[in-house]
T-cell receptor, first 108, second 118 residues
Framework: TQLLEQSPQFLSIQEGENLTVYCNSSSVFSSLQWYRQEPGEGPVLLVTVVTGGEVKKLKRLTFQFGDARKDSSLHITAAQPGDTGLYLCAGEDDKLIFGTGTRLQVFP | NAGVTQTPKFQVLKTGQSMTLQCAQDMNHEYMSWYRQDPGMGLRLIHYSVGAGITDQGEVPNGYNVSRSTTEDFPLRLLSAAPSQTSVYFC?????????????????FGSGTRLTVV
């Protein structure tokens, strides 16, 4: 069974701080996605990365896919309370496998 | 533009009862899947379908059946509910081509069905 491990599991920070969430696996994925989920809702796609070493930016969010396509990171610059939520990475081989998630709380 | 619609939003079942969770999408997506989300375990794949008439098992298929008679609908059936099936269930859909898998396009999720089995 493929495993995607996310770290940290929980992150509680003040508004304006920077943070990085990691997503690691021993398996190679053809693509990797990041989702954000709010309470009572389904995950919402933030980004998809498909090429090893790829870096994508979405406003204050920077996503990187590892060169070997086994790992990824999400960096948030100057976090805001609106960034609060559950962040999930998901890797695709023949199926989409999700990590266990990082719960982020940003306090004003 | 409805996207992925799941019904019901909430359901309470007694042990041994059966029920069907409905999922419909209006985006003409070939790929559809069902996940369950439990605290501390992320989302786990139950069943998936790459097109009408084709289904396959995911990580945790036991106790669940699916069928895909149309592109739009992908119902999930619980045959005999057990307390271990208490969870939040999500349906998701995506494009898929012969060259690029559904992950390359991203998945659209429904808002979930919260199921409690007592």
């Amino acid at each position: 069974t493929q495993l995607l491990e996310q770290s940290p599991q929980f992150l509680s920070i003040q508004e304006g701080e920077n943070l990085t969430v990691y997503c690691n696996s021993s398996s190679v994925f053809s693509s990797l996605q990041w989702y954000r989920q709010e309470p009572g809702e389904g995950p919402v796609l933030l980004v998809t990365v498909v090429t090893g070493g790829e870096v994508k930016k979405l406003k204050r969010l920077t996503f990187q896919f590892g060169d070997a396509r086994k790992d990824s990171s999400l960096h948030i610059t100057a976090a805001q309370p609106g960034d609060t939520g559950l962040y999930l990475c998901a890797g695709e081989d023949d199926k989409l496998i999700f990590g266990t998630g990082t719960r982020l709380q940003v306090f004003p | 533009n409805a996207g992925v619609t799941q019904t019901p939003k909430f359901q309470v079942l007694k042990t041994g009862q059966s029920m069907t969770l409905q999922c419909a999408q209006d985006m003409n997506h070939e790929y559809m899947s069902w996940y369950r989300q439990d605290p501390g375990m992320g989302l786990r794949l139950i069943h998936y379908s790459v097109g009408a008439g084709i289904t396959d098992q995911g990580e945790v298929p036991n106790g669940y059946n699916v069928s895909r008679s149309t592109t739009e609908d992908f119902p999930l059936r619980l045959l005999s509910a057990a307390p271990s099936q208490t969870s939040v269930y999500f349906c998701a859909s995506s494009y898929s081509t012969g060259v690029r898998g559904p992950g390359s396009y991203g998945y659209t999720f429904g808002s979930g069905t919260r199921l409690t089995v007592v």
